[in-house]
């Protein structure tokens, strides 16, 4: 059971938005800190796509975005594109549990 | 363009001691505000950070592998290190290093490409 709680899955046709939310507690997000965004591509490893909150990499497409709000976070991805097909993940940092805490991860089907 | 590459056994002992090291290069460990840490991913499963260390050797662990976990760096060789102490099935996993940047709190922006550790007798 992950602090962060991601859902499993999400899928949508090229072309579409898809959005990916991360939701925690009073203990991590809800107490200010900011929320990371990786893509992991099969058997590769995890490339950071979103940072604080909100802010991109200069590699990575405008169609990625993140947003923070309360105790939650969102990765919303548009235009949807096959090589979008990955696991997603949020990282942020727990008081509770002194450290940094991923959600357990979202795998992106594009249909 | 910074570079890190993870290097070690791929296999070790039940009980015995996981070492690994992370060599950085196109940037150095020493006098930068940047951390540099640990983190893996058991077969199939999610990500999982380990812990982290500065250049002064300054270091913070997961609570839950504090015990059996040390994280230590070599300035000279532009390098840190992971040990683990008695292994288990449960440590089987892709270890990543990475360097990490601070907004409100410590994450990875660079990673190392991952070893594969199996721990098999």
């Known amino acids: 059971q992950s602090v962060l709680t991601q859902p499993p899955s999400v899928s949508g046709a090229p072309g579409q938005r898809v959005t990916i939310s991360c939701t925690g507690s009073n203990s991590n997000i809800g107490a200010g800190y900011d929320v990371h965004w990786y893509q992991q591509l099969p058997g590769t490893a995890p490339k950071l796509l979103i940072y604080g909150n909100s802010n991109r990499p200069a590699r990575v497409p405008d169609r990625f975005s993140g947003s923070k709000s309360g105790t939650s976070a969102s990765l919303a991805i548009t235009g949807l594109q096959a090589e979008d097909e990955a696991d997603y993940y949020c990282l942020s940092h727990d008081n509770s549990l002194s450290g940094s805490v991923f959600g357990g991860g979202t795998k992106l089907t594009v249909l | 363009q910074l570079h890190l590459q993870e290097s070690g056994p791929g296999l070790v002992r039940p009980s015995e001691t996981l070492s690994l090291t992370c060599t950085v290069s196109g940037g150095s460990i020493s006098g930068s505000s940047f951390y540099w840490g640990w983190f893996r991913q058991p077969p199939g499963k999610g990500l999982e950070w380990i812990g982290r260390?500065?250049?002064?050797?300054?270091?913070f662990y997961s609570p839950s592998l504090k015990s059996r976990v040390a994280i230590s760096v070599d300035t000279a060789k532009n390098q840190f290190s992971l040990k683990v102490t008695a292994v288990t099935a449960t440590d089987t996993a892709v270890y990543y290093c990475a360097r990490l940047e601070y907004s409100t709190n410590w994450f990875p922006d660079f990673w190392g490409q991952g070893t594969r550790v199996t721990v098999s007798s």
């Open positions: 260390i500065y250049y002064s050797g300054n270091s």
